[in-house]
């Protein structure tokens, strides 16, 4: 692995992506369809697309038809669902890279049918029913006639039914529960009509590990595939793997005079001699600019004092006499016997660890190793 190059850096282990696809094929024994919108979770959506197709998995989940197309250039031959919205301009390209699309409107429905009508072609979709997220989907209640008209139009290959659990990442499974007797009357009613589609799918990473019930033909797991736990409340088995480190070099050290005002705003001044460093990691990496913020050098855990800024932030080294230029950081990760995990990141920024990863920049070099 060469990060000899980089100041701040992550470091994704793909083994650990692979691995946690290879434990939910076990766990569930149905197809994985590897969740790998927003960059892959900010993992690289590329890179962990490959390696998830590498590890069998059976397609991939996309939010844009521009992630899709982006995998297809990149070598991706397995399924792809685009799980938001495609404008039927789109379509045309849609089909013509085999990346089935969802429907969850009639008006959009419509639309999808006219413009492959016209065109001469056939467009694979995956119908999206609300059964209790209240965003996206159709109500499961009086839409027989609609996927009974999808079904018969030969525009329109109607490859898939699915809902979506607002909840399942919760204890108590009233909420899942819900939804499923929603969902399982649609799927009766269906089957009834003999119009079953080859797909039936439910189950986000939640769902995935607790509710073996909703897993049917394939099970969507995003952030589980990236070792990242559901919720506080329900973590992932222990034999999940997190694949993300983030690595930084320290790149100044000085020791400031006592009443020294530290970063923009001077929230923190020292109160005596301290030796103080900066690493070049800031907001512009998607760090945020919060109060208490650590990182760990040395393999232990030290202060982050003063203002995050965009492109540097400040250490405590008063207990590192011996540390110097060029030393590592972590800010996410293991180092030595310590640890900081996403969660707590996302537990002391007020957010979930979803929003942390997918707040990684761009700019961050991105590591591979693994495999
Ligand atoms: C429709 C759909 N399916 C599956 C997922 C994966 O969810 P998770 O990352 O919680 O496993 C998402 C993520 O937001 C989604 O929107």
């Given at each position: 692995?060469?990060?000899?190059?980089y100041s701040n850096w992550?470091?994704?282990?793909?083994?650990?992506?692979?691995?946690?696809?290879?434990?939910?094929?076990?766990?569930?024994?149905?197809?994985?369809?590897?969740?790998?919108?927003?960059?892959?979770?900010?993992?690289?959506?590329?890179?962990?697309?490959?390696?998830?197709?590498?590890?069998?998995?059976?397609?991939?989940?996309?939010?844009?038809?521009?992630?899709?197309?982006?995998?297809?250039?990149?070598?991706?031959?397995?399924?792809?669902?685009?799980?938001?919205?495609?404008?039927?301009?789109?379509?045309?390209?849609?089909?013509?890279?085999?990346?089935?699309?969802?429907?969850?409107?009639?008006?959009?429905?419509?639309?999808?049918?006219?413009?492959?009508?016209?065109?001469?072609?056939?467009?694979?979709?995956?119908?999206?029913?609300?059964?209790?997220?209240?965003?996206?989907?159709?109500?499961?209640?009086?839409?027989?006639?609609?996927?009974?008209?999808?079904?018969?139009?030969?525009?329109?290959?109607?490859?898939?039914?699915?809902?979506?659990?607002?909840?399942?990442?919760?204890?108590?499974?009233?909420?899942?529960?819900?939804?499923?007797?929603?969902?399982?009357?649609?799927?009766?009613?269906?089957?009834?009509?003999?119009?079953?589609?080859?797909?039936?799918?439910?189950?986000?990473?939640?769902?995935?590990?607790?509710?073996?019930?909703?897993?049917?033909?394939?099970?969507?797991?995003?952030?589980?595939?990236?070792?990242?736990?559901?919720?506080?409340?329900?973590?992932?088995?222990?034999?999940?793997?997190?694949?993300?480190?983030w690595k930084a070099s320290l790149i100044s050290?000085?020791?400031?005079?006592?009443?020294?005002?530290?970063?923009?705003?001077?929230?923190?001044?020292?109160?005596?001699?301290?030796?103080?460093g900066v690493i070049p990691v800031g907001?512009g990496d998607?760090y945020?600019?919060?109060?208490?913020?650590?990182?760990?050098?040395?393999?232990?855990?030290?202060?982050?004092?003063?203002?995050v800024c965009m492109d540097q932030c400040m250490i405590?080294?008063?207990?590192?006499?011996?540390?110097?230029i060029g030393?590592?950081v972590?800010l996410?990760?293991?180092?030595?016997?310590?640890?900081?995990?996403?969660?707590?990141?996302?537990?002391?920024?007020?957010?979930?660890?979803?929003?942390?990863?997918?707040?990684?920049?761009?700019r961050l070099p991105?590591?591979?190793?693994?495999?």
């Amino acid at each position: 692995m060469d990060t000899e190059a980089y100041s701040n850096w992550l470091e994704i282990d793909l083994s650990a992506i692979q691995h946690n696809i290879h434990t939910m094929q076990q766990m569930t024994g149905k197809p994985v369809m590897a969740v790998v919108k927003a960059n892959g979770y900010g993992h690289g959506m590329v890179e962990v697309a490959l390696a998830a197709q590498r590890a069998g998995a059976f397609g991939m989940g996309v939010s844009r038809i521009e992630e899709g197309l982006e995998l297809r250039k990149a070598g991706i031959t397995s399924r792809i669902l685009v799980l938001g919205y495609t404008r039927p301009a789109r379509i045309a390209e849609a089909a013509a890279n085999n990346i089935s699309l969802t429907v969850y409107d009639h008006e959009i429905a419509r639309a999808y049918a006219a413009e492959a009508q016209k065109a001469g072609f056939q467009v694979k979709v995956h119908v999206k029913f609300d059964t209790g997220m209240g965003r996206l989907g159709l109500f499961p209640e009086n839409n027989l006639d609609f996927i009974k008209w999808m079904h018969d139009l030969p525009a329109i290959e109607l490859e898939g039914i699915f809902t979506h659990f607002a909840r399942a990442d919760e204890p108590d499974p009233a909420s899942v529960r819900e939804q499923m007797v929603r969902f399982n009357r649609l799927v009766r009613n269906i089957e009834a009509l003999g119009m079953r589609p080859p797909f039936i799918h439910t189950s986000n990473s939640a769902a995935t590990i607790y509710h073996p019930e909703a897993h049917y033909d394939f099970v969507r797991p995003g952030n589980a595939i990236y070792g990242l736990n559901p919720a506080p409340e329900a973590p992932l088995p222990d034999t999940f793997r997190s694949a993300l480190t983030w690595k930084a070099s320290l790149i100044s050290i000085k020791e400031f005079p006592p009443g020294y005002g530290i970063s923009y705003g001077h929230r923190y001044r020292t109160t005596r001699t301290e030796r103080i460093g900066v690493i070049p990691v800031g907001y512009g990496d998607g760090y945020r600019r919060v109060n208490g913020n650590t990182a760990l050098i040395h393999g232990r855990r030290v202060p982050i004092v003063g203002s995050v800024c965009m492109d540097q932030c400040m250490i405590q080294l008063d207990e590192f006499p011996s540390a110097r230029i060029g030393d590592e950081v972590v800010l996410i990760g293991r180092q030595g016997g310590a640890e900081i995990t996403v969660d707590e990141l996302a537990q002391k920024w007020g957010t979930i660890n979803y929003e942390v990863v997918c707040g990684l920049a761009n700019r961050l070099p991105r590591v591979y190793f693994g495999e």
